[in-house]
């Protein structure tokens, strides 16, 4: 019995002492009022912290962190020497030239060479040609070639060094201007295989765009185009802009295009006026409303394309759609979150049913998929392999403007000369794949 009571006594002092320690211990450790309060305003800053970073990507679209630490500055002037090197007549064993340095032109002066502005090198070079002229025009060594690249360096199957914070203004450009990193379009070998890379969590847009130039400004250029598309934005490129400029001359496809994974690039206060042809389908009579735009939107996203003014509008204004398949690459973004705001559309001969801005412009159906590339990414589950659709969604397409359009439509049989509307203006394919868009305050003018 004395037993029994021993054990009880020393249960209960031990869960006493237990007791004791645990307050003890909540009492030193617990934070007060005012450090929960500090802790909780931490935590909310952290999380809005984060938010802004991804630049409230979407589920399906990965963002890269657009802050401006550690801009590269190059101070480097471009020796005679060099300058030599670039206003030499450009022939067949020399007909570029890499720039890493700040060049300065004279208006009165002829360049027949590539300019290439590669890797690291280049990063904060400002190329002022002071309205010289890039000439790649017929019967010159560079004739369809891009008069200026501005590219990334590839070290090993994997790496790639990219350029960035680099201005290039006040060019007389005959022929074209790319920016492009793992690949000039999206049908490389490199941009197929990252595209398909992963079989089930895909990171190829983080790679491309990890791997492309950013920070690029076209200021106050003018191109024309010999046939090439005028400016190409590669898988990847973003954060770059053509400002103030001019696009004209022609082209065999379209005037400007955004290639899949590029993002919040910026077109603003341009005269874009390029000459396009039909495409493929297009020369079939009533088998198609498409043709090459002015600006092609292939799974680009989060782009701006404001205060433009358009002409030169037979075969479209700004079309959004996501290539399904083309060279074996699957495309992972769709032509998501854009802004075409404030742009003038110009006509003045063209009477047909092409719309300014087309919404899933291409939205494969039958025929596409059927007779076209569709089936060539199939195999993974996700992008334009697990669907062929455009996805063109989430878009803004506010105040624009468009001018003197007159178009046939058939009324009791017959077709007459009307009076264009909005809704002939402003066209989205397969609403419910493309679908929501913010379509507001666009008006038509005589």
């Given at each position: 019995m004395k037993i029994m009571e021993t054990t009880i006594k020393l249960r209960l002092k031990s869960t006493l002492l237990l007791f004791l320690l645990g307050v003890f211990i909540t009492v030193s450790v617990a934070p007060t009022q005012a450090q929960v309060t500090k802790r909780n305003?931490?935590?909310?800053?952290?999380?809005?912290?984060?938010?802004?970073?991804?630049?409230?990507?979407?589920?399906?679209e990965v963002a890269i962190d657009d802050s401006y630490n550690n801009i590269?500055?190059?101070?480097?002037?471009?020796?005679?020497?060099?300058?030599?090197?670039?206003?030499?007549?450009?022939?067949?064993?020399?007909?570029?030239?890499?720039?890493?340095?700040?060049?300065?032109?004279?208006?009165?002066?002829v360049v027949t060479k590539r300019l290439i502005f590669e890797g690291s090198k280049a990063s904060g070079v400002t190329c002022d040609c002071n309205h010289a002229k890039l000439d790649g025009g017929k019967n010159t060594v560079n004739y369809r070639k891009d008069m200026i690249e501005v590219k990334s360096k590839k070290t090993n199957e994997q790496t790639w060094i990219k350029p960035q914070y680099i201005t290039i203004k006040n060019c007389n450009i005959i022929g074209s201007v790319r920016i492009?990193?793992?690949?000039?379009?999206?049908?490389?070998?490199?941009?197929?295989?990252?595209?398909?890379?992963?079989?089930?969590?895909?990171?190829?847009?983080?790679?491309?765009?990890?791997?492309?130039?950013?920070?690029?400004?076209?200021?106050?250029?003018?191109?024309?185009?010999?046939?090439?598309?005028?400016?190409?934005?590669?898988?990847?490129?973003?954060?770059?802009?053509?400002?103030?400029?001019?696009?004209?001359?022609?082209?065999?496809?379209?005037?400007?295009?955004?290639?899949?994974?590029?993002?919040?690039?910026?077109i603003e206060n341009n005269y874009i006026?390029?000459?396009?042809?039909?495409?493929?389908?297009?020369?079939?009579?009533?088998?198609?409303?498409?043709?090459?735009?002015?600006?092609?939107?292939?799974?680009?996203?989060?782009?701006?394309?404001?205060?433009?003014?358009?002409?030169?509008?037979?075969?479209?204004?700004?079309?959004?759609?996501?290539?399904?398949?083309?060279?074996?690459?699957?495309r992972h973004t769709p032509p998501e979150h854009n802004t075409i705001k404030n742009n003038s559309f110009y006509y003045n001969k063209y009477k047909g049913g092409k719309p300014a801005i087309y919404l899933g412009s291409r939205d494969y159906g039958f025929k596409e998929s059927t007779f076209g590339h569709?089936?060539?990414?199939?195999?993974?589950?996700?992008?334009?392999?697990?669907?062929?659709?455009?996805?063109?969604?989430?878009?803004?397409?506010?105040?624009?403007?468009?001018?003197?359009?007159?178009?046939?439509?058939?009324?009791?049989?017959?077709?007459?000369?009307?009076?264009?509307?909005?809704?002939?203006?402003?066209?989205?394919?397969?609403?419910s794949s493309n679908s929501p868009n913010n379509i507001s305050n666009n008006e038509m003018i005589d």
């Amino acid at each position: 019995m004395k037993i029994m009571e021993t054990t009880i006594k020393l249960r209960l002092k031990s869960t006493l002492l237990l007791f004791l320690l645990g307050v003890f211990i909540t009492v030193s450790v617990a934070p007060t009022q005012a450090q929960v309060t500090k802790r909780n305003k931490q935590t909310k800053k952290k999380t809005k912290t984060r938010d802004h970073r991804t630049n409230h990507a979407p589920e399906n679209e990965v963002a890269i962190d657009d802050s401006y630490n550690n801009i590269p500055i190059n101070t480097t002037k471009c020796s005679e020497q060099k300058l030599q090197e670039i206003l030499a007549p450009a022939t067949a064993s020399s007909s570029y030239v890499k720039i890493d340095c700040n060049l300065t032109l004279k208006r009165n002066n002829v360049v027949t060479k590539r300019l290439i502005f590669e890797g690291s090198k280049a990063s904060g070079v400002t190329c002022d040609c002071n309205h010289a002229k890039l000439d790649g025009g017929k019967n010159t060594v560079n004739y369809r070639k891009d008069m200026i690249e501005v590219k990334s360096k590839k070290t090993n199957e994997q790496t790639w060094i990219k350029p960035q914070y680099i201005t290039i203004k006040n060019c007389n450009i005959i022929g074209s201007v790319r920016i492009w990193g793992m690949g000039k379009n999206g049908e490389t070998a490199a941009i197929k295989e990252s595209s398909k890379r992963e079989p089930i969590e895909s990171k190829h847009v983080l790679r491309v765009r990890n791997n492309a130039p950013r920070y690029i400004v076209l200021d106050r250029i003018s191109i024309t185009g010999v046939g090439r598309n005028p400016l190409y934005f590669a898988p990847g490129v973003t954060y770059s802009k053509l400002i103030n400029s001019e696009m004209k001359g022609k082209s065999e496809k379209v005037g400007i295009y955004f290639d899949a994974e590029s993002a919040y690039n910026t077109i603003e206060n341009n005269y874009i006026h390029v000459k396009t042809e039909e495409d493929g389908w297009g020369v079939l009579p009533a088998v198609t409303d498409r043709g090459w735009p002015q600006i092609a939107l292939d799974g680009s996203s989060w782009n701006t394309f404001i205060n433009n003014r358009f002409s030169n509008l037979n075969n479209g204004g700004i079309y959004f759609y996501r290539n399904c398949g083309e060279g074996g690459t699957i495309r992972h973004t769709p032509p998501e979150h854009n802004t075409i705001k404030n742009n003038s559309f110009y006509y003045n001969k063209y009477k047909g049913g092409k719309p300014a801005i087309y919404l899933g412009s291409r939205d494969y159906g039958f025929k596409e998929s059927t007779f076209g590339h569709c089936d060539a990414d199939d195999g993974r589950p996700y992008g334009s392999s697990s669907s062929d659709k455009d996805y063109a969604r989430h878009n803004k397409i506010l105040q624009n403007q468009f001018y003197n359009r007159k178009i046939y439509k058939q009324i009791g049989g017959q077709f007459r000369l009307v009076d264009a509307t909005l809704n002939d203006m402003i066209k989205t394919k397969g609403e419910s794949s493309n679908s929501p868009n913010n379509i507001s305050n666009n008006e038509m003018i005589d």
